[in-house]
Every structure is written in structure tokens, then in C-alpha cells.
DNA sequence: GGCCAACGGTCTCCAATATAGACCAGGTCT
DNA sequence: AGACCTGGTCTATATTGGAGACCGTTGGCC
């Protein structure tokens, strides 16, 4: 066993609640990847920063989403207590999404990341043009 | 158009860089889309927080990734500049990844995000009892 | 009346992706 | 010699994602 695993092994010991994202049984692992998808973070974000939309807005803000994924993802974030699911028994009836407190949390947590990565995807594309380059053949 | 959709339009706009990661066809998108995934974040975050590891040693760590995908993730870690990979020409050759200073800040955002998951995975199991309850049946 | 669109979805089909597991060459250990 | 470790690649199968049809109700338009 090397360094790096006794600190591991140690890590999740030493902690009261014992819950590792690492460990592929715990459950905050199972959690965890339902969390970190591509569209549960953009409609996280967009709920957010927009404030509460309906299901036609959230699909035309997060562009390329499909009513598929959207209602998907929606019922994942409100079963996990992320997001409110709210209807408006009109004609006809409204259906209006809006963050729950830990739906805040985690946007708070996961806007940042959305906004580095507009920062430094010049970056990033620089980077890959050179692998890319470096790769190529020799 | 609605006001969320207006203020939306006008976000875009009024940055400077012209990059959105909630517009399908931006840059950022893409690569948004590869960052965020299950196996790069805990590759990110067990790199940032146990130090530079070997391919067996990230298998290790990183419970349940198959050696397919850890291989996938970490070139494309590689690719965007996040991750360096060393080849030590002993015998038998050792390869070490570790992160860069791209790598670096990504990480500082992303590991938040795993110990929030962990911290409340509790009140996230208990929403969905409670969700499942209320839609079993009526 | 007839036609079309919007709403918030569901359903089905097909392509793309993830996972499991075999395989590989070179070297070490016993 | 035989088993095992290294850092992968390759293949077969299971799961998932996206495209687009459908649905019932309502509203506008001619």
C-alpha cells in the first residue's frame, strides 16, 4: 500500500459521518454521479440565476436540452429535495420549477464552476491544439 | 419573451467573452460537457487531494472506474490541460499523473462539491423516501 | 367550423456510450 | 517454469441519450 491509500484508508475513518464519494458502494458515490450530469448542473445554475421558470423557459434557456432529459433530470432534482415542483391549477395549468435551500447550496457551489470554465475554455482549446499536434503521428 | 428569458439574452451579451456555457453551440459548452462527468470530477478531486498517483493508484482510489474509462478521462484531462502524465522509463515503466495549474483551480471548485454531497446525502435519502412515498401510487 | 400552435409532458425507436472482461508485451518474484 | 504486476487496448454486451411522434386541453385566427 502506498502513501497515497494510507491517507485515503485514513480519510474516510477519520470522518464521523463515513460517507465517501470515492467508495464505489457509499452511498454519496451513487448520489454524487446523479448530481454531476450536464443538464441536472445547467438547469441548476439557470434555476439560480434566472429565478423560478417554467418547464417551456427552462428548455429554451438550456439550450439543446430534450423534454426528455429535461423532465428527466427535473424529477431527479426534486426527488433528491433540490428543486420545487410547483402547479398552477390554470387553464391552461402552469407548471413552475424553483430551488429548494439545498438545490441553493449546491447552485452556489456549482455556478463558479460554470463560470471558470467560460473563463478559461480559451485555455483549454489552446491546450488541446497542442496535444493534438504533439499527438499527431510522432 | 419573458423576463427570464430577457435577462438571459442580455447575459451573454454584456460579457465581454462572449461565452456561455447555456448556449448549445458555444465553445464552453463542450467543454463544460467533458468536465463535467463522474469520473474526471473524482479523478480532479483525488489528484488535488492525495497528490500525484500512478494509473494503478488512481484505480485504486477512484472505487468501481473501469480502466477504459480512467484511461478516457485522464486523456482528456490531459487533452485540456489539466492533468500532466510522466512516463518514468524504469523497468516496468512507471506513469505518474498530476494536475497542473488548470487542473489545480478546477479542483479547488470541484472538491467543495464532493464534500457537500457527502455532508448532506442524509437529507437527500430522506427527500427521496419521502418522494417515493408521496408518488407511490396516489 | 377548421386549422394551427403552445403547454407539459410520455412513448418509442435508434445511435452512441459505459461497463465487464479478455488480452498484450515486458519484466519480477519464487 | 508459472504466476503476477504494469499500463494499457480490444471486444461484446448493457445502458443511456437524443429525435421525433403522440396526447388532451386551450386559445387565436379566418
Redesign the pocket.
Known amino acids: 500500500m502506498t502513501t497515497q491509500e494510507q491517507a485515503r484508508a485514513g480519510a474516510g475513518a477519520a470522518q464521523a459521518q463515513e460517507l465517501d464519494v470515492f467508495a464505489q458502494l457509499c452511498p454519496s458515490r451513487a448520489v454524487f454521479a446523479e448530481l454531476v ?1 450536464k ?1 441536472s448542473m445547467l438547469i441548476l445554475m439557470g434555476l439560480d440565476e434566472f429565478g423560478p421558470q ?3 423557459e427552462l428548455q429554451r434557456g438550456v439550450d439543446g436540452v ?4 429535461l ?1 428527466q433530470s427535473l424529477r431527479s432534482l426534486e426527488r433528491n429535495g433540490l428543486v420545487r ?1 410547483t402547479v398552477h391549477p390554470e ?5 413552475v420549477y424553483d430551488l429548494l435551500p439545498l438545490g441553493r447550496e449546491l447552485a452556489a457551489l456549482v455556478s463558479p464552476v460554470g463560470r471558470w470554465t467560460e473563463e478559461r475554455t480559451g485555455q483549454m482549446l489552446a491546450a488541446r491544439e497542442e496535444f493534438d499536434r504533439a499527438h499527431a503521428d510522432g
Open positions: 450530469d443538464w417554467r418547464f417551456s430534450s423534454r426528455k432529459m423532465t415542483r387553464t391552461p395549468p402552469r407548471v
